[in-house]
Each structure stands twice: as structure tokens, then as C-alpha cells.
């Protein structure tokens, strides 16, 4: 069992920056891909970016590359999302997932945190 809670988000203007974290508990943290999704209203939850275990190999969705970066610190059991020029279309709940292999579908993900707001004013 792992358990994995997110921390970091809030509100920001158009173009701000925000880092959100993602502690982890219960596992053996470098044996874990972690992602990041996220969810609006309405809307199914998409995938943002993944980080293997070790951290070797990421992958971000087209629309944050170059703003968004995943990164991971094995020894303090987290995970995060830095997020730069940031905007209005990023605004939504964010949620840290982990399972055994990295990819963008959800159903490959066996562990999810609760989740944290990004609020992204114009």
C-alpha cells in the first residue's frame, strides 16, 4: 500500500509560478513511476507528466511542455510539479498518482492522493 498526499497548490495570476509536491508513504519510493493528472469540473482526468523511478526518463503532455517540469527526490520520498507561465487553462485539481511502470493512461496507476487546487486567475 502506498499513500501519497499533495501539497502546494492555490492561487495564482496568469503567468506565476507554482511548485506542487507529492509525499509518499508505504513503499519503496525509487520502485515507483509517479505522475502527475489533473481534473476540472465536468471533465475527465488528464495526464500532465510522469518520472520513472529513478527518475532517468520523463514525459509531459504537449500543451505544458516547456512551462510544467516533474521532478523527484528519492530520498525525501516526494515528487513535484514545477509550473511556470502558468495559465487560466491550467486551473484544476491536481493529483499525484504512482503504480509500477510509467505511462499516461490512468488505469496504469494503482495509488492516488487526494489531490490540490491550482487556481490560475486572468
Known amino acids: 500500500q502506498v499513500q501519497l498526499v499533495e501539497s502546494g497548490g492555490g492561487l495564482v495570476q496568469a503567468g506565476g509560478s507554482l511548485r506542487v509536491s507529492c509525499a509518499a508513504s508505504g513503499r519503496t519510493f525509487s520502485s515507483l513511476a509517479m505522475a502527475w493528472f489533473r481534473q476540472t469540473p465536468g471533465k475527465e482526468r488528464e495526464f500532465v507528466a510522469y518520472?520513472?523511478?529513478?527518475?532517468?526518463?520523463?514525459y509531459s503532455r504537449d500543451s505544458v511542455k516547456g512551462r510544467f517540469t516533474i521532478s523527484r527526490d528519492n530520498a525525501k520520498n516526494t515528487v513535484y510539479l514545477q509550473m511556470n507561465s502558468l495559465k487560466p487553462e491550467d486551473t484544476a485539481v491536481y493529483y499525484c498518482?504512482?503504480?509500477?511502470?510509467?505511462?499516461?493512461?490512468?488505469?496504469?496507476?494503482?495509488?492516488w492522493g487526494r489531490g490540490t487546487q491550482v487556481t490560475v486567475s486572468s
Open positions: 518520472i520513472s523511478g529513478k527518475g532517468g526518463s520523463t
Open positions: 498518482a504512482a503504480g509500477p511502470r510509467v505511462s499516461s493512461s490512468r488505469s496504469d496507476y494503482d495509488f
